[in-house]
């Protein structure tokens, strides 16, 4: 019986420095730059997702700086806010609320924004016409999303245990 307490208060401790990591690396993965291009070994550039959705806003591309905002800034937030909200409520009230419906939605765009740096980074490296490089703002962002579904799926797992 005393190892179910120590068991229980250990998962207490992972959850919480689960949800500290998670918010920490998305606020410093939409910050930092998350790619940088080099063309000719002159000429670089790199920029966060911030600087990404204002570059798109500042061009004239208002639809699609509000999209990105959405799914790659906005849509994280909410899915690290609703799993915290889940892990602090009780099971059961989490469960039924409505808000946890969102959950399942929101996971299926967790990962898109890594995807497609990385896509965008691939095509770039194999056209020949620059060099692309991961940056920290893309490992703090994938971080994010990775601790964020592991942190879900304890909670899911503790939740059956529960019931």
Same mark, same amino acid.
């Given at each position: 019986?005393?190892?179910? !307490?120590? !068991? ?6 992972? *959850?919480?420095? &689960? &949800?500290?990591? $998670? ?8 910050t ?16 966060s ?7 798109l806003?500042? !061009?004239?591309? !208002?639809?699609?700086?509000v999209?990105v ?16 909200a889940?892990?602090? $409520? ?10 946890a419906?969102?959950?399942p939605?929101?996971? *299926? ?20 016409? $620059? ?9 703090f962002?994938?971080g ?6 592991a &942190?879900?799926?304890?909670?899911? $797992?503790?939740?059956i245990q529960k019931?």
């Amino acid at each position: 019986m005393c190892s179910t !307490g120590r !068991g229980s208060g250990l998962l207490i401790w992972l *959850k919480a420095f &689960l &949800l500290i990591a $998670a918010s920490i690396s998305f606020a410093l993965g939409i910050t930092l730059p998350l790619m940088r291009f080099e063309s000719f070994y002159v000429f670089s550039t790199d920029a966060s997702l911030i600087e990404v959705v204002a570059s798109l806003w500042d !061009g004239g591309d !208002g639809v699609l700086a509000v999209l990105v905002a959405l799914v790659s800034i906005v849509f994280p937030l909410a899915k690290i806010l609703l799993v915290a909200a889940e892990e602090i $409520a009780d099971s059961h009230l989490a469960q039924s609320h409505s808000l946890a419906r969102l959950l399942p939605v929101l996971s *299926k765009w967790s990962m898109m924004d890594v995807l497609l740096v990385a896509i965008v980074i691939f095509a770039t490296k194999t056209s020949g016409l $620059a060099q692309a490089f991961t940056q920290p703002g893309l490992w703090f962002y994938a971080g994010s999303s990775l601790a964020v579904v592991a &942190l879900s799926a304890i909670g899911r $797992a503790g939740g059956i245990q529960k019931t």
